[in-house]
C-alpha cells in the first residue's frame, strides 16, 4: 500500500467573482522513501495542492475526493485530528520563510513548539533538541542562534531554521514549496543538498515543488506536470526527461536556457498566460496557447493515456506532438 494515494482531487475556491477551481481531478501516489517533483508554472494549482494535502486551505473552500495518508483519508478527519497529523507525519517547509516564521518568537522558540506538543518534550529537552537541529541544518554557533529573532538571520538561514521545523517530528512526507524562492544560487545549492542529504538519511518521502526544471532532475524520482490546476503529464525524472510528449511540458523545456546558446539566439516562450481558474475552458485548459488545438481539445477534457510504462500524458493530439521538435512546436 501507497503511503500517500491521492485520487480525484479537486479543490474550489469561494471568490467574489464565483467559484475557482485551483484544483481539479489530480491524482498520484507516493511510496516511503520516494520523491515526486510538481512542476509548472505560478497559478497552475502547485502551491494548493500541498496545502490541500497538509489541511491548510483557506476558509469556505471544498475540497472533494480522497487523500489517503497511511489508510486514513485525510479530508475525513476533524481539524483536532488534522492538528495531531500536521508538524507531526507531515511536514511543509514553505515558499518564504521571512513570512512563515513568526518574527515575535525567537526561533528556538518555534522550533520547540512542535517538539513539545507532539513529542510531549519538556522545556530542557525540546531546548537541547532544538540546539541539535540548528547544528544539524548547518547554522553555525546554534547556542546562540537559539534565542535569535527571525530578523537576526540571512534569509538562508531563516530557510535552514523552516527547515529544522518541518524535520523536528521526524515526518513521514516532507513537503517542500520552493524552498529557494529568494535565495542567492550558491545558497539555493546548499538548501537542496540539505533536503536531498536529510530525505535520504531520515528515509522520508518527498514532494519537492519547483519551477526550476534543473532543481526536479536533480532531486526527485518521479514528476508530476501541472497546468490549469491538472495534471497533464506524470512519470518517472528520466522517462519525462528523454521523451517530452505533452504540448505543455515541451513547452517548458524549451524555454529552459541551454548552453551554446548563440548570445543573440531568443529563449523560446509559451504564447499567452495561465487560465483564469474561474472561467476554464470545458476542454483541455491548454487550449489557448496549444500550437496543436483543435475543436475537439475545446470541447472535450483528454484522457490520460499510457504513452510508455507508468508515464501519462493527458493530450488528444500525442503522435502529433511526440513527432514535432520541442523547438519547433513554439518557434
Known amino acids: 500500500m501507497s503511503l500517500l494515494d491521492v485520487k480525484d482531487l479537486s479543490v474550489i ?3 467574489s467573482e464565483g467559484p475557482a477551481r485551483a484544483v481539479r481531478n489530480l491524482n498520484f501516489r507516493l511510496n516511503r522513501g520516494e520523491t515526486l517533483g510538481i512542476v509548472g508554472e505560478s497559478g497552475c494549482g502547485k502551491s494548493m495542492a500541498a496545502l490541500a494535502l497538509m489541511g491548510l486551505l483557506p476558509e469556505q473552500s471544498e475540497t472533494v475526493g480522497e ?5 486514513q483519508n485525510l479530508l475525513d478527519k476533524t481539524d483536532a485530528e488534522m492538528c495531531q497529523i500536521r508538524g507531526n507525519r507531515l511536514a511543509m517547509i514553505f515558499q518564504e520563510p ?10 528556538g522558540h518555534q522550533i520547540m513548539e512542535p517538539l513539545r506538543l507532539h513529542r510531549n518534550m519538556s522545556d530542557n529537552q525540546a531546548k537541547s533538541e532544538t540546539i541539535r537541529l540548528l547544528d544539524r541544518v548547518g547554522i553555525p554557533n546554534p547556542k546562540e542562534r537559539v534565542d535569535n529573532y527571525p530578523h537576526q538571520l540571512s534569509g538562508g538561514q531563516r530557510q535552514r531554521v523552516m527547515i529544522a521545523i518541518a524535520l523536528s517530528c521526524q515526518p513521514d512526507i516532507l513537503i517542500a514549496d520552493e524552498p529557494t524562492t529568494a535565495l542567492d544560487v550558491t545558497i539555493q545549492d546548499q538548501i537542496l543538498e540539505l533536503i536531498h542529504t536529510l530525505v535520504r538519511e531520515e528515509g522520508m518521502a518527498l514532494i519537492l515543488i519547483s519551477h526550476d526544471l534543473g532543481v ?16 497533464v503529464e506524470t512519470g518517472g525524472t528520466e522517462q519525462i526527461f528523454d521523451e517530452l510528449i505533452h504540448p505543455y511540458t515541451q513547452g517548458l523545456f524549451a524555454a529552459m536556457p541551454k548552453l551554446g546558446r548563440a548570445r543573440s539566439g531568443r529563449l523560446v516562450t509559451i504564447p499567452g498566460t495561465v487560465p483564469d481558474l474561474i472561467s476554464l475552458p470545458s476542454g483541455c485548459t491548454f487550449t489557448d496557447r ?4 483543435t475543436d475537439m481539445c475545446r470541447n472535450t477534457p483528454p484522457p490520460a493515456i ?18 514535432r521538435k520541442t523547438e519547433e512546436l513554439f518557434s
Not at 521571512?98 to 526561533?107: A, E, F, G, Q
Not at 526536479?216 to 495534471?231: P, Q, R
Not at 496549444?290 to 488545438?293: G, I, N, R
Open 13 to 15: 475556491l469561494s471568490t
Open 67 to 71: 487523500i489517503t495518508f497511511d489508510g
Open 98 to 107: 521571512m513570512t512563515s516564521l513568526n518574527p515575535v518568537h525567537t526561533v
Open 216 to 231: 526536479i532532475s536533480e532531486n526527485t524520482d518521479n514528476i508530476l506536470v501541472m497546468y490549469g490546476g491538472s495534471a
Open 290 to 293: 496549444c500550437p496543436l488545438a
Open 306 to 323: 499510457e504513452v510508455t510504462a507508468n508515464h501519462f500524458a493527458s493530450c488528444h493530439h500525442i503522435d502529433a506532438a511526440r513527432n
